[in-house]
């Protein structure tokens, strides 16, 4: 079995329609007592998790599931313990990327629960249209084979492309869903380090308390925006200076909330753009040709044994360089 696909990727443009012509495999799936009273479309993504939830609707429009012989269209359908199931299908990109590949991988601590990894900056952490390996998860499902049955390997929280540091990553189901419970409740601490253009004027510290969400004049990035006027939700981020000088900061970053790109959203709206992030009105400076951010703080409660944990990964080389040019202190 391999992983579950993340329900809010990016669609894969798969062509549906073709598979009333080409129907590469043909699966066998019994419902278990485990999936009794489930919907068909729900139950379909347990038994066939490599498959993102939208290709498999698009095969119940089409006729290509049958529940105990007899062709089901209906999503909303309730499957029964000891239903069969029989699914026409054809593999795309997304499900065969699902693989393992011996990439190396920094784990800082692991135990048979979980394990925290500092990610390099660079790696993606899973497959998406354009990336389809090279990601964390493939390195995770090459490092234990036990992950291919974990959803997503294990991945319960993401971190950008080029932004690096700390991330926590479940070993099972039992805390993956502990873990995300845990973040949900903002039980999770993340911190961040920061190098941001232009010197640090006025208080050492403040909090960016502004909602995100797309930016209307652009789809592809986020944005501030006022929810009277825009989709988005709330997020909140604190940020203390640690270091400053004439050509820009090193600043310490604290989130409230986890929404995407909130950090080079809120350090942008306040003037303070990241050396190198183009999407935010950043560049190339001090050496750094990616984003200058890093996860350096990562604490929490283990779910399972109840110890408190907390890990702290250094800057990685490129920042600490742009913060030695700049004549920036890196403690935090």
């Not at 006729?63 to 309730?78: D, P, S």
């Not at 990327?97 to 660079?122: R, S, T």
């Not at 090279?134 to 959803?151: C, F, Q, S, Y």
């Not at 004049?217 to 200076?241: C, E, I, S, W, Y």
Request: hydrophobic share 45%; proline share 6%; glycine share 8%.
């Amino acid at each position: 079995m391999n992983p579950h696909s993340l329900d809010s990727d990016p669609a894969l443009n798969e062509d549906a329609g073709a598979l009333e012509e080409e129907v590469l495999e043909t699966r066998q799936a019994p419902v278990g007592i485990e999936l009794h009273g489930t919907r068909l479309d729900k139950a379909l993504c347990a038994l066939v998790p490599e498959f993102s939830r939208s290709y498999l609707q698009q095969l119940l429009a089409l006729g290509a599931v049958q529940v105990n012989q007899r062709v089901v269209e209906k999503a909303a359908l309730k499957v029964k313990a000891g239903d069969q199931l029989r699914i026409e299908m054809r593999p795309t990109l997304q499900s065969q990327a699902f693989q393992p590949e011996a990439l190396p991988l920094d784990v800082v601590y692991e135990d048979e629960h979980l394990l925290v990894v500092n990610k390099a900056p660079g790696m993606v952490v899973h497959p998406a249209p354009g990336n389809w390996s090279g990601t964390l998860l493939n390195a995770l499902l090459a490092r234990d084979p036990g992950a291919a049955v974990v959803p997503r390997a294990g991945i319960v929280h993401r971190l950008d492309k080029d932004t690096s540091g700390l991330m926590v990553v479940a070993r099972d189901r039992l805390t993956m869903d502990a873990l995300v419970t845990l973040i949900a409740a903002r039980d999770v601490s993340r911190q961040y380090l920061a190098l941001a253009h232009k010197p640090w004027l006025g208080a050492r510290t403040c909090t960016v308390d502004r909602a995100i969400g797309r930016d209307p004049r652009n789809r592809l990035k986020m944005a501030v925006v006022d929810l009277a006027q825009h989709p988005g939700k709330t997020a909140k981020t604190d940020f203390a200076l640690v270091s400053g000088g004439d050509e820009g900061a090193l600043v310490h970053c604290t989130l409230h909330t986890g929404r995407t790109h909130q950090i080079r959203v809120h350090m942008a709206s306040i003037g303070h753009p990241l050396v190198a992030d183009s999407t935010y009105g950043g560049h190339p400076a001090a050496g750094m040709q990616r984003q200058a951010l890093h996860a350096f703080r990562l604490a929490f409660v283990h779910p399972m044994t109840g110890k408190p944990l907390e890990f702290h990964a250094p800057l990685p080389a490129d920042m600490q360089a742009a913060c030695d040019s700049w004549g920036l202190a890196q403690s935090a």
